[in-house]
Nanobody, 122 residues
Framework: QVHLVESGGGSVQAGGSLRLSCAVS????????MGWFRQAPGKEREGVAFLNSDGRTTYPDSVKGRFTISRDIAKNTLYLQMNNLKPEDTAMYYCKLSSVCVSDYYPAGGYWGQGTQVTVSS
């Protein structure tokens, strides 16, 4: 059974940084796509960073240059380094894993973690 567990959220002031972690267990596939998503109250969930099993990454313009997705294969952990945080980055952040990749990067179906809250104050 596949499990994803996020950690690392918290409260920071604007301009600060946080690093989120997503520990993965139970996945045995050799190919995958993973992503970080966020959802603010009253808004739809949106993807903010994506990584595939080749190690390639992609980001939407809203976070490009501020967020970095990475992985530690030995630790089965996905990371999201978030710098220069803004109040509009406040949301619950989720990681997702799938063996099905749309357009090389975007996980379709698959598994979600339970989320970790990020709050950025001005």
């Amino acid at each position: 059974q596949v499990h994803l567990v996020e950690s690392g959220g918290g409260s920071v002031q604007a301009g600060g940084s946080l690093r989120l972690s997503c520990a993965v267990s139970g996945y045995t596939g050799r190919t995958y796509c993973m992503g970080w998503f966020r959802q603010a109250p009253g808004k739809e969930r949106e993807g903010v960073a994506f990584l595939n099993s080749d190690g390639r990454t992609t980001y939407p313009d809203s976070v490009k240059g501020r967020f970095t997705i990475s992985r530690d294969i030995a630790k089965n952990t996905l990371y999201l380094q978030m710098n220069n945080l803004k109040p509009e980055d406040t949301a619950m952040y989720y990681c997702k894993l799938s063996s099905v990749c749309v357009s090389d990067y975007y996980p379709a179906g698959g598994y979600w973690g339970q989320g970790t809250q990020v709050t950025v104050s001005s």
